[in-house]
């Protein structure tokens, strides 16, 4: 991003695509990543790849661990930093925050609990997904695979 500046259009679709997988991948395994963020996308030669599951969990103990709450706070979703249960509908709400950082070059939260992005300066493709990813109701949420069929469109 200091580099090159946010992401043009195509170059995110490119990007919500790939990572959409990933989850999607991620998921299928029965793990929640807990802290999908732009420092945990590696861009290689042959596209991103979601690192870093140091606070990952399987998705029958996907809960915050004693001791607070674990995460990066710009990124997590409403129920992570309420240190309620989270699955992959956390890691969908992080994936839009990582996406709309990708598309502005700034942050989609100061508030997450109480606020929502303008999503104005995001393509208009992905504005009404990204609003359902932004949903403060998890189970409002679409799933990964329900995203890489919605951006592929």
């Not at 580099?3 to 195509?10: K, L, N, R, T």
């Not at 998705?59 to 129920?79: F, N, V």
């Not at 990582?98 to 109480?114: E, K, Q």
């Not at 359902?132 to 679409?142: E, G, L, V, Y």
């Amino acid at each position: 991003m200091a580099e090159d500046g946010p992401y043009d259009e195509g170059g995110l679709i490119r990007l919500a695509i790939a990572t959409a997988a990933a989850l999607n991948a991620i998921h299928s395994a029965g793990v929640v990543h807990r802290d999908f963020k732009p420092a945990n996308v590696l861009l290689g030669p042959d596209g991103p790849r979601v690192i870093d599951f140091g606070i990952a969990k399987a998705l029958d103990t996907a809960h915050l661990t004693i001791g607070g709450i674990k995460g990066t706070p710009a990124y997590m979703s409403p129920e992570q930093a309420r240190a309620e249960p989270v699955g992959p509908p956390s890691d969908i709400f992080s994936w839009a925050s990582t996406m709309y950082y990708a598309a502005t070059g700034t942050l989609a939260f100061t508030d997450v609990l109480h606020h929502q992005p303008h999503l104005d300066r995001v393509p208009a493709p992905l504005r009404p997904l990204m609003a359902a990813c932004f949903n403060k109701d998890p189970s409002r949420r679409p799933t990964a695979e329900q995203l890489m069929t919605a951006i592929a469109r």
